[in-house]
């Protein structure tokens, strides 16, 4: 059975940090390209960043670029999400996707494997 289980979401003010976790099991975790996407309330899950296998290559969203760094570690199971200078605009539940095959940043709909998220909130 496949769980993602994302962890490290909080509460902070403009201009602070979190790293965001998350960790896969009952599959190989170095098979699948992984994601971050979030959702604000009353709008669309939008695809933050995403990471190929190896973890060579990445992809930011405009909005986040150059304040927030995805990484993997292959022998711990792990996808994290690096956010500095967090913007009240970067409140979001922030959720992790596994995607098996094909493109290794796809759209949403194409990702096989979903965490249950993580709550982010910055204060102005």
């Known amino acids: 059975q496949v769980q993602v289980v994302e962890s490290g979401g909080g509460l902070v003010q403009a201009g602070g940090s979190l790293r965001l976790s998350c960790t896969a099991s009952?599959?190989?975790?170095?098979?699948?390209?992984m994601g971050w996407f979030r959702q604000a309330p009353g709008k669309e899950r939008e695809r933050v960043s995403c990471?190929?296998?190896?973890?060579?290559?990445?992809y930011y969203a405009d909005s986040v670029k150059g304040r927030f760094t995805i990484s993997r570690d292959n022998a711990k199971n792990t996808l994290y999400l690096q956010m500095n200078s967090l913007k009240p605009e970067d409140t979001a539940m922030y959720y992790c996707?596994?995607?098996?095959?094909?493109?290794?940043?796809?759209?949403?709909?194409?990702?096989?494997?979903w965490g249950q998220g993580t709550q982010v909130t910055v204060s102005s």
């Open positions: 009952g599959l190989t975790f170095d098979d699948y390209a």
């Open positions: 990471i190929n296998r190896s973890g060579v290559s990445t």
């Open positions: 996707a596994a995607k098996y095959g094909g493109s290794w940043c796809p759209i949403l709909y194409e990702y096989n494997y």
